[in-house]
Nanobody
């Protein structure tokens, strides 16, 4: 069992930056795919960034709305996953969730409780 805890959310002005962190209680080496999701008010939760470790390489993928502005990274030694968010916009306001998927799973197995990011105009 892996517990994920997000931190780093808060209030930021449009154009600003935030760095979200996701701390895992167990090893994330057992979770080749880690991801950040977000859920805006009145909208469904959706994936915005994924990072998959294959051998010694990490493969990343981003949703179109955040491409070029957000960067996902992971530190397996520290059991941490990060989301660097730049050029934030009011439409980025949402609760951000960290999630992890085991190698043999087709869906995310572990979820954090989320951290709120509010971007003011």
């Amino acid at each position: 069992q892996v517990h994920l805890v997000e931190s780093g959310g808060g209030l930021v002005q449009s154009g600003g930056s935030l760095r979200l962190s996701c701390a895992a209680s167990g090893t994330i080496q057992s979770l080749p795919t880690m991801a950040w999701y977000r859920q805006a008010p009145g909208k469904q939760r959706g994936s915005i960034a994924t990072i998959t470790t294959v051998g010694s390489r990490n493969y990343v993928n981003y949703a179109d709305p955040v491409k070029g502005r957000f960067t996902i990274s992971r530190d397996n030694a520290k059991n941490m996953v990060y989301l660097e968010m730049n050029s934030l916009k009011p439409e980025d306001t949402a609760v951000y969730y960290c999630a992890g998927r085991r190698r043999d799973s087709s869906a995310m197995d572990y979820w954090g409780k989320g951290t709120l990011v509010t971007v003011s105009s």
